[in-house]
């Protein structure tokens, strides 16, 4: 059910005529555009910020900043936010889950990985919530296709990785950069794993209650700005070093990347469902890896496109239809929720960087 005085989004017809050849026409595509290259970037632009703010005022400003631009939308429609407490607590648990501690490490992680290898990782999401969703929370039960996508994409996970370059020669090894390397690809699967357990908790315990989806992204962003200033003595002080291009970058993460580009989210699942509105998925590891390349000169080993390439032949497996299970949501009571907070039994959403 609706609350009382929140309007309830209705996904545009199927059989509208349009430009495009897809509901919603050109606008909508337009948004998918903008959504997948935005949330591809968000990689590029927290490594650029990093050069003159922490790992951890990188998390504070994008956070912040995205909550108040989501708020001023949820102000301007006039939506209602929820009442119960218990809703709060549920959302207290997402804000901080799934955006103050997976945005904090990959903003840790790009320190000692390169932004595109940490756009690969973020693609490994989807498979991430197939197996909680089906071990942890019980929302859906996977068939061989799907299990046979997991174990894929965790092999693809191993190449990433590249377990033969972890012996390097004596010179690197001194440095100590290898195991700050590997500890920045595995705080990239930790902020995966985060995804994948807030898309179960979410599904869980809150999409059905029929929230609309502008305010779901506004609660979960506000609730990770709210851990985040609560923690800013630890995670936000040190020197700053403030230019153009580290000030843009924040802004563009924050108020767009964290704000804007939920609200496109939500409007790409109303008009196209979560189906199409997922293949954005494989958008956004191209453009990071082309950002990385083109603008910061980043190189790539071999290895890093092979095995991305397997994580998304997994994450493709992994998306076919699934049964339900036990706390799972209706098609019509998930399409109030973006794509970034569980839209679907059936399908991953896509995650922000």
């Known amino acids: 059910m609706t609350p009382r005085g929140a309007p309830a989004p209705t996904p545009a ?9 897809l509901p919603g026409g050109r606008r909508i595509a337009i948004q998918f555009a903008a959504m997948g290259t935005v949330w591809g970037a968000s990689f590029l632009f927290m490594k650029v910020a990093l050069e003159g703010v922490s790992f951890g005022q990188v998390s504070w400003t994008r956070l912040v900043l995205g909550a108040i631009a989501l708020g001023l939308i949820v102000a ?3 939506l209602p936010l929820p009442k119960e407490r218990v809703v709060w607590l549920h959302f207290a648990v997402v804000g ?6 997976p945005y904090s ?3 840790w992680a790009e320190q000692h990985v390169t932004s595109g290898v940490a756009s690969i990782y973020n693609a490994t ?6 197996l909680l969703a089906t071990l942890a929370f019980r929302v859906e039960k996977l068939g061989r296709r799907q299990l046979a996508g997991i174990a894929l994409g965790i092999v693809g996970v191993v190449v990433i990785i590249g377990p033969w ?5 004596a010179e690197a090894a001194a440095s100590g950069q290898p195991l700050l390397e590997l500890a920045g690809q595995l705080a990239c699967l930790g902020a995966a794993l985060c995804y994948g357990i807030t898309f179960g908790y979410l599904r869980r315990f809150l999409t059905h209650r029929g929230i609309p989806g502008v305010v779901t992204a506004f609660m979960q962003i506000g609730m990770g700005a709210a851990a985040m200033v609560l923690a800013t003595p630890f995670l936000a002080t040190g020197p700053v070093s403030l230019d153009l291009p ?18 496109w989210n939500m409007n790409v699942l109303l008009a196209w469902g979560p189906t199409a509105t997922s293949t954005v998925t494989y958008i956004t590891p191209v453009v990071g890896v082309a950002l990385g390349i083109l603008v910061l000169g980043e190189t790539l080993h071999w290895n890093e496109p092979a095995g991305a390439v397997l994580v998304l032949l997994g994450v493709l497996l992994s998306q076919g239809r699934r049964r339900a299970g036990r706390g799972s949501v209706t098609r019509a009571s998930a399409t109030v929720a973006p794509a970034a907070a569980a839209p679907a039994a059936t399908r991953t959403p896509p995650t922000p960087g």
């Not at 017809?13 to 050849?21: E, K, L, V």
């Not at 370059?165 to 020669?169: A, E, F, G, I, V």
């Open 165 to 169: 370059r972890l012996t390097p020669d």
């Open 76 to 78: 301007a429609r006039r």
């Open 246 to 263: 580290v000030v843009l970058s924040l802004v563009v993460l924050g108020v767009v990347g964290t704000g804007l580009a939920y609200l």
């Open 13 to 21: 017809p199927a059989s509208a005529a349009s430009p495009t050849g």
């Open 105 to 107: 490490l990959f903003a």
């Open 96 to 101: 901080v889950v799934g955006s103050a501690i």
């Open 125 to 130: 999401t989807p498979i991430m919530t197939a």
